[in-house]
Nanobody
Framework: QLQLVESGGGLVQPGGSLRLSCAAS????????IGWFRQAPGKEREGVSC????????YYADSVKGRFTISRDNAKNTVYLQMNSPRPEDTAVYYC????????????WGQGTQVTVSS
């Protein structure tokens, strides 16, 4: 069964840090670009970051650039999203997804993990 599972969400204070993980089962992440998306209540889903499969290029939304870092550990079949200095507006359900490339359609999705930034 092909599956992506996110973990690491929770409550974090503004200015703190949190690391989300996206683990794959049933397939190898090496061959896929992995994107992180988020959806806050009442808002549309938005792309946060993506890491390519070919050369490890990374992309970030302007709203998280300089604060979030995406990385991948192919040996662990896992992609991470390091969230530093989170803000209340980063509160959302975070999803990871797989695609042939960052700009293509994503067809494997995880179930999401809640991140709440609050003091």
């Amino acid at each position: 069964q092909l599956q992506l599972v996110e973990s690491g969400g929770g409550l974090v204070q503004p200015g703190g840090s949190l690391r989300l993980s996206c683990a794959a089962s049933g397939f190898t992440l090496d061959y896929y670009a992995i994107g992180w998306f988020r959806q806050a209540p009442g808002k549309e889903r938005e792309g946060v970051s993506c890491i390519s499969s070919s050369d490890g290029s990374t992309y970030y939304a302007d709203s998280v650039k300089g604060r979030f870092t995406i990385s991948r550990d192919n040996a662990k079949n896992t992609v991470y999203l390091q969230m530093n200095s989170p803000r209340p507006e980063d509160t959302a359900v975070y999803y990871c997804a797989a695609a042939p490339a960052c700009v293509m359609d994503y067809y494997y999705w995880g179930q999401g993990t809640q991140v709440t930034v609050s003091s």
